[in-house]
C-alpha cells in the first residue's frame, strides 16, 4: 500500500489534533484530542485493510518520509515501510491499542444558531492577529439586525487589543461565541461552519472530507 498526498497531509493535520490514532479499517480517519473538545474525520483517497494502532504519529510520518517511494506492509503486530524496488526497510510496531485515544460514538449537530463561512484567508488572519498581539481568545458575537463580527481578543481582559472581521452577514439574536484559537487546528482551506448554543460547532471543509467538531468555550452566551 502506498499513501498519498492527500491522507499525508491528513495525518500530518491530525498529528497536531492528538499524536496518537487507531487507524481503523477502510478508508476513514478519525482522531480526537487529548480533552476531548475536538473530533475531527477524514474520508480519504486510501483504504486500509486492517486496524492500525499508531502510538507516535509524528514519528510514524517521520519514519515513512525516510523512503523515496515508501510501501506500507501490514503484519498482525506491526507494518514494514520499504523502499519500492529498493533495499532499504523498516520494522514499526504497533502500539498496545488500549492507550490510544479513540472516537467511541460519532456526533451530530443540536440546534444551529449560526452559518458562517470562514475562507482560507480569515483563518490566516486569525493566526497571524492572535501572534501579534499575543491573545488567545476568538469570538464571533452579534446583536439582532446588526453585522456578526469575528475578533480576536483576550476575553479575561476588557482593556485589551482586538482585531476584528466583518462575516458580511446580519445576526437574527445576540450572542458571544468563544473559542480557543489553539483548538482550530484545521487543513488549509475554506470552511463552512455552523455554531449552536449547546456549545458545539462544526467545521467542513469546502473541497475536501474533511470534518471537525469544536468545542465552544464556557463563557459563550445566545439570545434569541
Do not use: W
Request: glycine letters at 4%; hydrophobic letters at 35%; one cysteine or more.
Amino acid at each position: 500500500m502506498k499513501l498519498s498526498s492527500q491522507t499525508k497531509e491528513v495525518l500530518k493535520n491530525f498529528s497536531t489534533i492528538n499524536q496518537n490514532i487507531m487507524i481503523r479499517s477502510g478508508n476513514t480517519l478519525k482522531t480526537v484530542s487529548a480533552m476531548k473538545n475536538i473530533v475531527a474525520t477524514a474520508q480519504v483517497p486510501d483504504s486500509f485493510t486492517q486496524e492500525v494502532p499508531v502510538y507516535n504519529l509524528n514519528e510514524f510520518l517521520s519514519v515513512h518520509s525516510l523512503f523515496k517511494e515508501p510501501t506500507l506492509t501490514f503484519d498482525d503486530k506491526f507494518m514494514t515501510i520499504s523502499e519500492e524496488g529498493g533495499s532499504s526497510s523498516c520494522k514499526y510496531h504497533y502500539s498496545d491499542p488500549s492507550v490510544i485515544v479513540t472516537v467511541e460514538k460519532d456526533i451530530s449537530m443540536p440546534s444551529i444558531e449560526l452559518e458562517t463561512v470562514f475562507t482560507e484567508e480569515i483563518l490566516k488572519q486569525i493566526t497571524n492577529a492572535a501572534g501579534t498581539l499575543g491573545v488567545t481568545d476568538l469570538v464571533l458575537t452579534g446583536k439582532k439586525d446588526s453585522d456578526v463580527q469575528l475578533k480576536i481578543k483576550d476575553k479575561k481582559n476588557v482593556a485589551s487589543n482586538n482585531f476584528a472581521i466583518n462575516m458580511g452577514k446580519k445576526s437574527t439574536a445576540d450572542f458571544e461565541f468563544f473559542f480557543k484559537v489553539e483548538n482550530l487546528k484545521l487543513l488549509p482551506g475554506n470552511y463552512n461552519v455552523q455554531v449552536s448554543s449547546k456549545g458545539i460547532s462544526f467545521f467542513k471543509h469546502q473541497d475536501f472530507d474533511v470534518t471537525y467538531f469544536i468545542a465552544l468555550e464556557p463563557e459563550s452566551t445566545y439570545s434569541a
